[in-house]
């Protein structure tokens, strides 16, 4: 079975700081692989994707993404940190081996930044 | 633009009341999905639907009901039989195909039992 685990429930930055997101998954075959984000009461916006094309994933707003196969992990960075980036984030795998394609979710990171 | 849609955006129900809630897509996208989401916890599956006329349950599909009559909508009932149902619902859709496996989700309604 195919899961992802979201290693820090909550980060706190300054902003200008750098950004560190820690996701580590499991999956017997090549995973298919998102970081989403979610603002407060609001539906979820896709950051970036990896589907195996290639191991450093740059995203949306800055945001960028390593799939790293020998460590299972898909930790999302940003250089500097802005104030509108404080949300929550959730690591995402697809589940291609049940017949919905299904989204398996981590926990969520709570990204606090700080003036 | 396209999207998805939910309504209303705030819902409150009494107990043993059925309530239905709404998602309409215009991205032509066959495949569509309603999540559930509690407070400090990721989404999970309630039901899906690869094509219209076809649904399928998900992992926590008990006192929960769907139609797909149209391409474009895939409304969600939450029955009086579901035990606990306050929480924030999403609805997402998928353009189906090889490696099509990102969902694009809807701004979700969030459901209150009085």
């Known amino acids: 079975a195919q899961s992802v685990t979201q290693l820090d429930s909550h980060v706190s930055v300054s902003e200008g700081t750098p950004v560190l997101l820690r996701c580590n998954y499991s999956s017997s075959y090549s995973p298919s692989l998102f970081w989403y984000v979610q603002h407060p009461n609001k539906g979820l916006q896709l950051l970036l994707k990896?589907?195996?094309?290639?191991?450093l994933v740059k995203g949306i707003n800055g945001f960028e993404a390593e799939f790293k196969k020998s460590e299972t992990s898909f930790h999302l960075t940003k250089p500097s940190a802005h104030m509108s980036d404080a949300a929550e984030y959730f690591c995402v795998v697809s589940d291609t081996m049940d017949s919905s394609y299904k989204l398996i979710f981590g926990s969520g990171t709570r990204l606090l930044v700080r003036p | 633009d396209g999207g998805i849609t939910q309504s209303p955006k705030y819902l409150f129900r009494k107990e043993g009341q059925n309530v239905t809630l709404s998602c309409e897509q215009n991205l032509n996208h066959d495949a569509m999905y309603w999540y559930r989401q509690d407070p400090g916890q990721g989404l999970r599956l309630i039901y899906y639907s690869q094509i219209v006329n076809d649904f399928q349950k998900g992992d926590i599909a008990e006192g929960y009901s769907v139609s797909r009559e149209k391409k474009e909508s895939f409304p969600l009932t939450v029955t009086s039989a579901q035990k606990n149902p306050t929480a924030f619902y999403l609805c997402?859709?998928?353009?189906?195909?090889?490696?099509?496996?990102?969902?694009?989700f809807g701004p979700g309604t969030r459901l209150t039992v009085l």
């Open positions: 997402a859709s998928r353009r189906t195909g090889v490696n099509q496996y990102e969902q694009f």
């Open positions: 990896y589907t195996s094309a290639a191991t």
